[in-house]
């Protein structure tokens, strides 16, 4: 069907058939005067237009999000995929923001990696050891490889869990299979597991916010609900912390006193198994840390030797190290370098150019040999509760698997909401509701 109108004649409306007529970008209401009786009825039903409120969706939000500074700001937090969905939240932020698309896209949140060049070399390797979980640290030729396996991505872009740097999909780790999920559990000591939730989150909240609270639900373990988020070194070797884990509870529970475990004073005193949260243990006390002083030092020469490659910058540099001697001079510098080399078979331990003091204490060994001790004071977690129904049946971490008691993430190092928790937060929100209600009956 084809409407001729004549634009000359502008007070003269044009025919439609049909269908209510359009004139100058409204719609004419159908004239009810030249219907008949017996259609009256239908003609006021379909006189009642619907009226669109242009002010709906002009909130202090929506304002705000017009604003440059504000949109700009808030999209440097955020990914693509995340950016997408504000934008389809109504019609006026998706205008608001369409006006300043190219920016906005420029500035999200980016991978920490993004300005690392690609390794061609290690692409393919790397990609398909990462979808392994039982491999270990990076090797010592992998370590001074600069280069990432592949273009960091966009779209979906987050921090990590557990240290909080930001990384895209393709530089996280791969989350493990679902099976896996309760292997992530430790066990808490008494204070701890019953300390208010927000005491256990960083930073910490207030001691009367419960799970209602979506900052504590973001503060606390999400790894079987949003899934697992970790960067490579802090996902690469949560499986191998696992099965360690397990097997220092295995043996626990094996070394019995029939096994010989008789006056040993094993679960006794500083002897049990220490707190899941370690030095930040509500219940953590001072202990003396003996370190062998061989073993100490031979790993700071390691890590040394690591950062700076060159001969020559080692030897500038050997005044830094833990095994320089105190004359400063030359000859005394390129001679202790010169028993350092990178293969860790020919390296010289430097522990006795370091004369013994307040920490370090010569101790006589077997064969009258003279060893060095390092004593420090150290922070550690209170030991664990242990219970006899889960040594006899051998169950690992039982009442934490089954949720009956609040534990420790082993994978992203958070908190692990027991069922009472979730009954407390399930409370105070019944009481809120019937406090609302009874105001409003009031």
């Given at each position: ?6 634009f000359?004649?502008?007070?003269v ?13 409204s719609?004419?209401?159908p004239?009810s ?8 009825a ?5 006189g ?9 969706n ?17 999209a ?11 934008s389809r ?17 420029m ?12 390794d ?14 039982f ?16 273009q ?5 872009v987050g ?31 008494i ?12 930073p ?26 970790l960067?490579?070194?802090?996902g690469?070797?949560?499986?191998n ?12 529970n ?24 370690d030095?930040?243990?509500c219940?953590g ?14 790993r ?42 990178g ?38 977690g ?13 169950k ?5 698997r089954?949720?009956l ?38």
């Amino acid at each position: 069907m084809a409407v001729f109108v004549d634009f000359e004649e502008e007070d003269v409306e044009p025919p439609q058939d049909g269908q209510p007529p359009f004139w100058r970008e409204s719609v004419a209401k159908p004239d009810s005067s030249a219907r008949g009786p017996e259609n009256e009825a239908e003609g006021d039903e379909e006189g009642q237009w619907p009226k669109v409120s242009e002010d709906a969706n002009i909130t202090p939000v929506t304002k705000a999000l017009g604003c440059y500074p504000i949109i700009m700001s808030m999209a440097a937090h955020i990914d693509l995929n995340t950016l997408d969905s504000l934008s389809r939240t109504c019609r006026r932020i998706h205008a608001s923001m369409l006006e300043y698309r190219k920016p906005l896209l420029m500035s999200t949140l980016r991978c920490s990696n993004e300005a690392i060049p690609v390794d061609p070399e290690e692409t393919l390797r790397y990609r398909a050891r990462a979808g392994n979980w039982f491999y270990m640290e990076d090797s010592p030729g992998r370590s001074g490889a600069t280069g990432k396996s592949g273009q960091c991505a966009r779209d979906l872009v987050g921090e990590c869990r557990r240290c909080s740097t930001v990384v895209c999909r393709n530089c996280a780790v791969k989350p493990p299979a679902p099976n896996v999920l309760p292997d992530r559990h430790r066990r808490l000591c008494i204070a701890c597991a019953e300390a208010p939730l927000g005491n256990l989150v960083k930073p910490r909240l207030p001691r009367e916010w419960t799970l209602n609270s979506e900052d504590m639900k973001r503060a606390i373990c999400q790894c079987a609900s949003q899934g697992v988020w970790l960067c490579q070194p802090c996902g690469r070797s949560i499986r191998n912390d696992d099965l360690e884990y397990k097997r220092i509870w295995r043996w626990r529970n094996q070394y019995t006193a029939s096994l010989g475990g008789l006056g040993t004073g094993i679960g006794e005193g500083d002897r049990g198994a220490i707190c899941a949260r370690d030095s930040a243990c509500c219940a953590g006390r001072e202990c003396e840390q003996e370190t062998d002083c061989d073993a100490a030092d031979a790993r700071d020469a390691d890590n040394f030797l690591s950062g700076s490659t060159p001969l020559s910058q080692t030897s500038s540099n050997s005044s830094l190290a833990p095994w320089s001697s105190g004359s400063g001079s030359p000859s005394s510098n390129i001679g202790s370098n010169a028993g350092l080399p990178g293969d860790p078979s020919e390296r010289r331990t430097p522990s006795p150019q370091l004369k013994p003091g307040y920490e370090r204490h010569e101790i006589e060994g077997i064969g009258g040999v003279m060893k060095k001790k390092l004593l420090r004071m150290v922070k550690v977690g209170a030991c664990v509760p242990e219970w006899e129904d889960e040594r006899m049946t051998g169950k690992i971490l039982g009442r934490e698997r089954e949720g009956l008691r609040r534990s420790w993430c082993g994978w992203c190092r958070r908190a692990i909401a027991a069922q009472k928790d979730w009954d407390a937060a399930d409370r105070e929100r019944i009481t809120i509701e019937t406090a609302s209600k009874s105001k409003l009956a009031n």
